[in-house]
């Protein structure tokens, strides 16, 4: 009888272990459920915030007279939040440095690009001296693009804008003459971010076709 009852808590504390770690995984693989679910949804609410930002620029692009003021930086949307230098804090603490993106784009590194650097043909910007020299054009939180409380958004957004790299004239700062390649075309570089370092980028081509007219050309999502 000893050795049974012995055999029986044996057999009590297997099931009992084995009970506890299926349960430990099931809380496991809820939770990494739900974190997944959470971070899809931060992803596509961060594309679609750099959606919106780029059509906004669109309709700035097609009320400016002159491109070639964007391309060097004289004459940006209206749609900015104050100094185009400095930091932006997300709900979460995290921050977005403007400064920063501009030269990630430019020349991968968060630090001041060189002119050797922003030339350099790399596997991005294969294009030499007609890679587009990126310009901060819009920049602020999605919750301000309409009238106050139309929008619950905790995403910040920047549209930069440069020269289509078609252009084989070197001079990314201004705009082609036609009959050259890439005359009146821009690139627009719209990304949206959000808590926990979310981010999406969305990347426009932008001819223009009249006065006061554009034609988007491409439109291309990266992560």
Known sequence: MRRSDGVVLVAVLLITLLMSALGAALVLVSSSEAAIAVNFRSSQEARDAAAAAAERAIVDLRAAADWNQLLDGAVR??????????????????????????????????????????????????????????????????????????????????VLVGDDPSENDADPSRDGVPPSPGAGVVELRAQGFGPRGVRRTVNVTVARTGAREVRVISWRETS
């Open 77 to 158: 949307s209206p749609f900015v939040d104050g100094s185009p230098f400095g930091r932006r804090f997300l709900s979460d603490g995290s921050m977005v440095d403007l400064e920063a993106v501009v030269n990630l784009a430019n020349c991968q590194k968060t630090t001041t690009c060189s002119d050797v650097e922003m030339d350099a043909k790399t596997s991005d910007r294969p294009w030499g001296p007609n890679n587009p020299r990126w310009r901060l054009f819009s920049y602020g939180w999605l919750r301000d693009a309409l009238s106050a409380g139309a929008i619950d958004s905790a995403y910040y957004t920047i």
